[in-house]
């Protein structure tokens, strides 16, 4: 006796069998319309006359007549007298008339190509008998060739098998799947990825994204059977679930999410994070945020195809940026302003929807731009509405960014990464200190800080272009972020001007890279610890003790001062400018700074020189000359004179302080 | 995916295993229905095709495929299969040709403009697609002794239509050399129709340099020896039907030449000293 249920099984297995039967032959069919080999036949071909032979005979039949009476071509024949002239007479008209003087010429038997290809071939392969109809036809048979699809028949018929099982499977989940808790997901998802025959499919990339969507749909519509714990998981997928079910792509728009490179990172980093800085009534807040971002992203990316593809691979950084946002903001943008966080991102969709490179921006460096606006929107809300030259903040800002990335002009010295890696930071700078950015003209500082010294330094190879590039802008940015009102000042400007001196030094072979890094990083202290001086000279001082130096350097038949030691001295130089040469350089043009103090520092080396090996080792050397630079820049002398009795106490105390340094 | 047919936990009986060949067997003869049919309209159609010509009038004893049986096998095929687009397709493709092969030429025109290029997915079948204006051209005015100035352009566009082909197929070796050698063809019928004997050389040449294009190292080689046995072949192979169908082009081509004094050279050194000994 067979129970009710065995007998359920047993007809499903029938009806999937049928069924699984008649996709087959369909498919079969096709492979056999589609692939089956077509016999191809060539046209017999006229043999007659040619039409150089037709033009020979027309003129000898002209030549040999005088168009009496009878005469087939009549009227036409001065006509024809006057063509056959030409070079190239008119072969319509020369035929027509050979057929009314000659046609018994014309009846010739045709070239018949396929003829003479059997028969060739039963000279050559007397082996076949081509009485045989299907042998005769196989010499003609032209195989169907290249198919354009990249699923071949073997594949589909592979995925026919697999798609009868899953609509098997989804019939009868009962029987693979114990826990009841879990049989409904399995069906769900069975029945899913079994809804279009599967075997339809012509390719891949469609495929993976139909079982992928058939997965991950199957799932949220159980999202009840994730574990209790994961309730920022929880909420994230309820999100996914609503945008599923409003989006115009539907599934579609929802495989593109869960496909992008920003879903893991927010579940494995953003949602960890929150989980741990957020409390648990902030899940709904985070609903309803990532809900607002999705809704509002879901036309956009509807419309737009290159859009598309950024907003699945970004959509989760913009969400980490809020979820860091609320940690980091959440009493004064969730309770002061509800809306200011949402709408800093949504702001953030909208415009990057209309910047045309922003999918130049990685993953991080964008998390980190989302990070810094809301640290920046936080301090100041009225940025928001504001406008940054004549353009809304918001773009100013990003494009700041994307077009820093995009710098096609110097990408021989720089590569994507390198240059994203040096935006990241500034981004990560201007998280730790919106207030860098919280005035509507600084929207594009990250462009001025980086743009400036990429500039600067894109003529050296890529090593010493990235090593001087990092340099500089880190020691910008930590001097901004020690000190905001830098960036009112000309810093930004002189840092680059002194990255492109150090890049011709470079360049020239003078200075390693490693070398100008070095004093790189010592200008950009000497000018932040002296800001209005440098900032209100009339020269570049940093580049001037640069040029000083090296230019002494040089004329040094000693060469006192090389690699590390002509770093130190450069740096003890422009301490000693920035502290004690105010007077001196205030109103000096780079120029003419340069010269003195080349004057200066070729004097204390003559000086150093005598006393190396007796009072002083290098090492004192760059302290040394540093000193009389500072006694120069406080005017206790104009020209070094080794006699005068003012020098020596001078340069005695110098030496004993250097010997005990 | 595993299905579990045990019957220790009453998923399903021995008895209800046992008639599941028996299903299966049912429905395997039931549901090969389709493929049979198609089986038949490829075998009979290329016999209809071959049908008065080649020296073979009745391909099949006890029942002749004709091109207007096979032409009206596809079209019942087809309007009992409805929304099945790529079987349709080849299969209209197909009907065209055996239409073109027995000198219906509006019948051709008429089904091959019922097939959409996206719905072909064979190079043979979208290059044959392609190239249907040639197609209908060439078959109905290929033995035309003389060509209008219609028949002068459409030779033209056909040349020119036939060498974008042959690039295109270099993956699909057996339609290439088809339309290669029709192109070939065409190119001796405009030396054929040339008044000057300038633009017959030009004609001649650009004919067989083009058809040049697909012929290997062996292919020459095997010309060039002119070697009367050719490899012990099992079947017919697309070198081989390559290497003997050329003879007939180049016996063409070498009468032409001699004929009218051409003095053509073509590029391939195999192809010139057989059209000029």
């Known amino acids: 006796m067979i129970s009710p249920s065995t007998a359920a099984l047993a007809i499903s297995v029938a009806r999937g069998i049928i069924k699984f039967g008649h996709r087959l032959d369909a498919l079969v069919a096709e492979r056999e319309a589609v692939q089956g080999a077509l016999v191809l036949l060539m046209p017999e071909i006229y043999n007659g006359p040619t039409a150089l032979q037709k033009v020979r005979e027309l003129k000898e039949y002209l030549a040999g007549g005088d168009g009496a009476s009878g005469d087939p071509l009549g009227d036409t024949r001065s006509e024809l007298l006057l063509e056959l002239a030409k070079e190239a007479p008119d072969g319509s008209f020369v035929g027509n008339c050979y057929r009314r003087v000659f046609p018994e010429r014309l009846i010739v038997a045709p070239l018949r190509p396929d003829a003479e290809y059997v028969t060739e071939l039963r000279r050559r392969l007397p082996q076949f008998d081509l009485s045989d109809p299907d042998l005769l036809a196989a010499a003609f048979h032209i195989s169907a060739g290249k198919d354009d699809r990249e699923l071949g028949y073997a594949a589909r018929i592979g995925l026919l098998v697999a798609d009868v099982l899953s609509e098997f499977g989804a019939e009868n989940t009962a029987l693979l799947v114990r826990d009841p808790a879990l049989r409904g997901a399995v069906q769900s998802i069975l029945e899913r990825f079994a809804s279009p025959d599967l075997e339809e499919f012509s390719a891949w990339s469609p495929l993976l994204r139909h079982a992928l969507s058939a997965s991950l749909n199957g799932m949220l519509d159980h999202r009840g059977l994730l574990t209790a714990d994961s309730r920022w998981l929880l909420a994230l997928m309820d999100v996914l679930a609503t945008a599923r079910g409003e989006s115009p792509d539907g599934d579609e728009f929802l495989a593109g999410l869960f496909q992008g490179r920003g879903y893991p990172l927010l579940v494995g980093k953003g949602l960890q994070r929150a989980s741990e800085l957020l409390g648990e009534d902030q899940a709904n807040s985070f609903k309803q945020l990532a809900s607002d971002v999705l809704k509002h992203a879901s036309p956009l990316v ?12 970004h959509w989760g950084d913009l969400l ?30 909208t415009e990057l929807n209309e910047i045309p490179d922003a999918n130049l921006l990685s993953n991080e460096t964008l998390f980190r731009i989302g990070d810094a606006a809301i640290a920046a929107v936080a301090a100041k809300p009225g940025l928001l509405a504001a406008k940054a030259g004549n353009q809304p903040w918001l773009r100013a800002f990003l494009n700041s960014f994307v077009s820093t990335v995009a710098r096609d002009g110097i990408q021989a010295s720089f590569s994507r990464q390198g240059l994203e890696e040096m935006v990241t930071e500034v981004a990560g700078v201007f998280g730790a200190h919106p207030e860098l950015i919280i005035e509507s003209d600084n929207a594009e500082l990250a462009r001025t800080v980086v743009g400036g010294v990429l500039n600067a330094v894109h003529t050296l190879s890529s090593l010493d272009a990235r090593t001087l590039a990092a340099a500089a802008t880190s020691g910008m940015l930590q001097a901004f972020a020690q000190n905001p009102s830098l960036v009112k000042t000309r810093y930004a400007t002189l840092i680059a001007d002194f990255s492109a001196s150090l890049a011709e030094l470079v360049k020239a072979q003078t200075l390693t890279g490693l070398n100008a890094a070095a004093l790189m990083t010592a200008a950009s202290e000497a000018v932040a610890q002296n800001p209005e001086l440098f900032d209100r000279a009339r020269s570049n001082i940093a580049t001037a003790v640069l040029n000083a130096v090296v230019r002494a350097a040089g004329s040094d038949e000693k060469t006192l001062l090389s690699g590390a030691v002509l770093v130190a001295t450069v740096h003890e130089v422009l301490r000693a400018a920035a502290r004690s040469g105010r007077a001196r350089i205030e109103n000096s043009t780079t120029e003419s700074l340069t010269d003195a103090l080349t004057k200066v520092v070729d004097d204390s080396l003559v000086q150093a020189r005598a006393e190396l090996g007796t ?14 630079v500072a006694a120069w820049g406080r005017g206790e002398f104009a020209r070094i004179n080794p006699e005068s009795a003012a020098f020596k106490k001078l340069f005695g105390r110098l030496l004993e302080t250097a010997a005990s340094a | 995916m595993k299905i579990p047919f045990r019957t220790s936990r009453g998923f399903c009986s021995f008895s209800t295993i046992l008639m599941l060949p028996l299903i299966a067997a049912l429905s395997a003869t039931s549901g090969c229905a389709t493929r049979k049919q198609v089986a038949d309209i490829v075998a009979h159609s290329n016999a209809a095709m071959l049908g008065g010509h080649v020296g073979l009038p009745d391909p099949r004893a006890g029942a002749p495929a004709t091109w207007q049986t096979e032409t009206a096998r596809i079209d019942n095929f087809i309007a009992a299969h409805p929304g099945q687009p790529a079987i349709a397709a080849a299969l209209r493709v197909r009907q065209a040709l055996l239409f073109l092969s027995h000198g219906q030429f509006s019948l051709a025109k008429g089904t091959f403009n019922e097939v959409a290029e996206s719905d072909l997915h064979t190079d043979r079948d979208k290059a044959l697609k392609r190239c249907q204006q040639t197609l209908l051209w060439w078959f109905a005015n290929s033995t035309n002794d003389t060509w209008s100035v219609r028949d002068q352009a459409a030779s033209r566009e056909a040349l020119d239509a036939l060498r974008l082909e042959q690039e295109r197929l270099a993956s699909s070796p057996e339609i290439r050399d088809y339309l290669a050698e029709m192109r070939a063809w065409i190119g001796l019928a405009t030396a054929r129709q040339a008044t000057s004997p300038e633009l017959a050389r030009r004609a001649l040449e650009d004919a067989l340099n083009v058809y040049g294009e697909t012929f290997g190292v062996d292919d020459f080689a095997a010309l060039a020896a002119g070697t009367e046995t050719l490899p012990a072949a099992a079947s017919f192979s697309a070198d081989i039907r390559r290497q003997i169908r050329a003879r007939e082009v180049l016996n063409a081509a070498r009468a032409l030449n001699s004929r009218e004094n051409l003095s053509a050279h073509p590029r391939a050194d195999a192809f010139d000293q057989w059209i000029n000994r």
Not at chain 1, 327 to 339: N, T
């Open chain 1, 302 to 313: 509807s419309n737009s195809p290159t859009f598309k593809q950024f907003f699945a691979d």
């Open chain 1, 320 to 349: 980490r940026a809020g979820l860091e946002g609320m940690g980091r903001y959440g009493p004064l943008l969730l309770d002061g302003q509800p809306e200011l966080l949402r709408d800093v991102l949504l702001g953030m969709v």
């Open chain 1, 615 to 628: 009072r002083l080792d290098l090492s004192g050397v760059p302290w040394l000359v540093g000193g009389l």
